[in-house]
């Protein structure tokens, strides 16, 4: 082993990740909302950025990548382009591009429109409790009715014992009772009730329909009707086939969490669609959703400040960088906006059968073959589409659902898992409801078909879907 210091010259292949590029993958792999909290802060970090709301005169026509071209002067120009001398350029030139305008006030901003507003609903304790307060009752139980709304979880069920509130308020087990009956007596039918079975049996008893075979039923065989054991149940109340499934179906239109439907409205999610697809015709039109992202300009005042200061002094050098990193940043944010158009634009182009005809119609796709048409990365692919909706009119889906595995037909075609998922429902919606389809009979009629699939792939795509075995759907 040789020891000491030399100098020796070698050449390597190595990746830089400046952080320009750091901030351009970043930015592709927002999605709406992301790039909306991203730029707002980068507005706060950045004093030569401002924003400038949108107006229908802003808003360009043609495809993505003009205003890019616009802004650098062409889509081919490295970042070393954006580095000059940015005091000299603003005292030979007055910028007039849309891009470095100034906005105007606008005068309406005091206006108010319903359209901002979002409708608020009842929780369930607010329903409980303006309902308590119709109620009649004398002031210690009315009490003990309220720590039981309070005591109820989001399902309306009640969480704590009936001996844990007989000794909050040093009461006697027959008035907590007396509380708790008139709570189980409001509306949603079933709310207050300690466990499933009595859930069950309140909302029977107001149907008028808890005979003694229902209650029998839900107290002792609850798990043979999810399993869809009736002959089991038959036989062992005896009676017949024909009155156990009646019941049955009577037990499953109930609802196990009557409280569910009062929903907080921290709970509401709502999905930006950040790609529009609309027919025009006979083409589809590709629309990148940037409205919610605000306008970025580059403000005047820091330009005039810096016309007047001197080049070598420190201002002038900060502002310097700060114009780099904002040209930068508008760059990269048209520059992703063009990447997701082209990406979404390959896919509609792809699956343009799914759009005419429906699921049935979905065809398999991966990200080599995107990349590969484009160009690209599929590393850029992925991150154009992860955490991303596109609207159709076929309904709002994510990006993702349209890459998608399959299997391959008898004619060497290839076959969405997605559309042989609609198949197989068709299939079953269609069955005869007393002889249900065997995995292996939908696998058999796919086959006849063109389609060749194994049983154990029908019953993986049948559980995805949420639907039972043929025995659980057996009618009598």
Known sequence: MK?????????????????????????????????ESYVQEQLLTNPVLERVD?????????????END????????SRESYEFDWAEHFKEHGYDDISYSMGEDSDDQND??????????????????????????????????????????????????IQEICQVFRAREEKVMEALAVIQGFE???????????????QLKNRGKDKPEARLIIENHLEDIAENRLCNIAKALGISVKEVQDISDEIKSLEPKPGRQFGSSSDNRYIVPDVTVEKVGDEYVI???????????ISPYYQKMLREADKDSNISKFLSSRLNSALWLIRSIEQRRQTIYNVVKAVVNYQRDFLDHGPKHLKTLTLKQIADELGIHESTVSRSINGKYMQTPRGLFEIKYFFTSGVTGQDGSSIASESIKTIIREMIENEDP???????????????????????????????????????????
């Open 434 to 476: 007393k002889s249900p389809l065997s995995d292996q009979a939908i696998a058999d009629s796919m086959e006849e078909c063109g389609i060749e699939i194994s049983r154990r792939t029908i019953a993986k795509y049948r559980d995805e879907m949420n639907i039972p075995s043929s025995t659980k759907r057996k009618r009598f």
């Open 287 to 297: 629309i990148v959703n940037d409205s919610t992202a605000p306008r970025l300009n």
């Open 112 to 161: 108010y429109s319903y359209e901002q507003f979002v409708s608020s609903e009842p929780t369930l304790t607010e329903h409980l409790m303006m309902q308590l307060e119709l109620v009649s009752m004398k002031p210690a139980c009315k009490m003990i009715a309220r720590y039981i709304i309070e005591s109820l979880d989001e399902n309306g069920y009640l969480t704590s014992s």
């Open 54 to 66: 949108k107006t229908d005169d802003d808003i360009h026509d043609g495809e993505p990548g003009e």
């Open 188 to 202: 949603p039918v079933g709310v207050g009730a300690r466990d499933l079975k009595e859930c069950l049996l309140i």
């Open 70 to 77: 616009r802004i650098s002067g062409g889509t081919e120009e």
């Open 3 to 35: 020891l000491g210091y030399e100098l020796t010259i070698e050449q390597t292949q190595k990746l830089i990740m400046t952080p320009e590029l750091i901030q351009a993958i970043q930015l592709l792999q927002f999605n709406t909302q992301e790039l």
